[in-house]
């Protein structure tokens, strides 16, 4: 009976690895990373971001090929902003993150670019909108939201009081502004999760014990 057993918890982990692999393979094909990396300047002289999203791009989408600003409609419908986060660093010590801030996810998306079946670059209309602790950008309560535009390219937008933002974040007054060196993005294909991967090992683990059962 412990055979039985046996063979039926090694059924359901060969079935669970299958299913996580054809979930990759999805993921792999659809999911992708767009990142951004700038001095901020003007206001922040000493201040620099680096800004991450993830896309989830139905396949049918990407089956489209070339396209400029295409709309998140037809075979782009489902098209979603999975995440994204903005870290702040010192120009003189990139390494050192003072800190990062998980984005809001809820932006409008008009338009995306491909390039031979690839994604290369997203517009947004609305901004992801975050408001930091006082010891970031020189101690005050400042809101920052992030602007992607013309494919791959991203702003990131400041205001202070943080009331203002997002609605002033075309105006350049003393209060309200935009990073003064658009970042060029690189979109990449994401990779798996190490959670993936091992589930992946286990279900080909549980195929080898299998097969190796079966010839004694």
Known sequence: M?????????????L??????????TAEAAIYTGRWDPAYGGIFPDLGWSATAKFDVPTPCLALGNGSNLPISGACAGFSVLSAKVSFYDISDPGTILETLSLSTNVNVTGIYLAGSQLTGVDTNFFHYAVPTLDIA???????SLLLYSGNLAQLIYANPTT???????????????????????FTTAVPEP?????????????????RRRRR
């Not at 020189?138 to 920052?144: H, P, V, W």
């Not at 203002?164 to 502004?177: D, E, R, V």
């Not at 992946?200 to 080898?208: I, N, Q, R, T």
């Open 2 to 14: 412990w055979i039985n057993r046996a063979k039926s918890v090694l059924s359901a982990l060969v």
């Open 16 to 25: 669970g690895a299958i299913v996580t692999l054809g979930g990759t393979g």
């Open 138 to 144: 020189g101690g005050g309560a400042y809101s920052f």
């Open 164 to 186: 203002l933002s997002p609605g002033c974040a075309f105006l350049t007054t003393a209060n309200c502004g935009m990073s003064a060196n658009p970042a060029v993005g690189t």
């Open 195 to 211: 959670e993936t991967y091992l589930l992946m090992l286990a279900g080909l683990s549980a195929v080898g014990f299998v097969a």
